[in-house]
């Protein structure tokens, strides 16, 4: 576990997540204004969580967000290094259903908090498409 809040717990993506991330992804309405590409399988996306390696280069990356109440897949949130602009970038995806009800507002402070509390990281930046 990376973090834990009130109603949420963030953990290392694990290779159960792959079904959950592959529908998350699938939503067109969810990657909108991500750049990203849906996952072509299921399988796909089972290769992309066993190849996901910003936890063991960095210390740090995209966690899976489950709900305590029920431990359901709600989405992702994180931080990722990003070698070109040498920043840490926070980021988070969640599913449709789970929008408007602050979820990620929550996933998103235990982030920073673990970053620059737990990781020491002085600087965290977030960058949006300017249409969304």
Not at 36 to 49: G, H, T
Request: glycine share 8%; with cysteine; charged share 30%.
């Amino acid at each position: 576990m990376i973090a834990e809040t009130d109603n949420l717990v963030l953990r290392e993506f694990q290779s159960g997540d792959a079904e959950n991330i592959y529908l998350l992804n699938l939503d067109q309405e969810v990657i909108k204004y991500t750049g990203d590409e849906p996952f072509n399988s299921i399988q796909e996306a089972e290769r992309f969580l066993a190849s996901y390696d910003q936890y063991i280069k960095y210390g740090i990356g995209r966690w899976s967000v489950i709900r305590k109440s029920d431990e359901a897949f709600l989405g992702w949130c994180g931080l990722r290094y990003k070698e070109q602009s040498e920043e840490v970038d926070l980021g988070f995806r969640f599913h449709k259903k789970y929008w408007n009800q602050g979820y990620a507002t929550e996933a998103a402070k235990a982030c920073i908090y673990y970053g620059m509390e737990k990781k020491s990281i002085q600087l965290i930046v977030g960058r949006v498409m300017k249409v969304n």
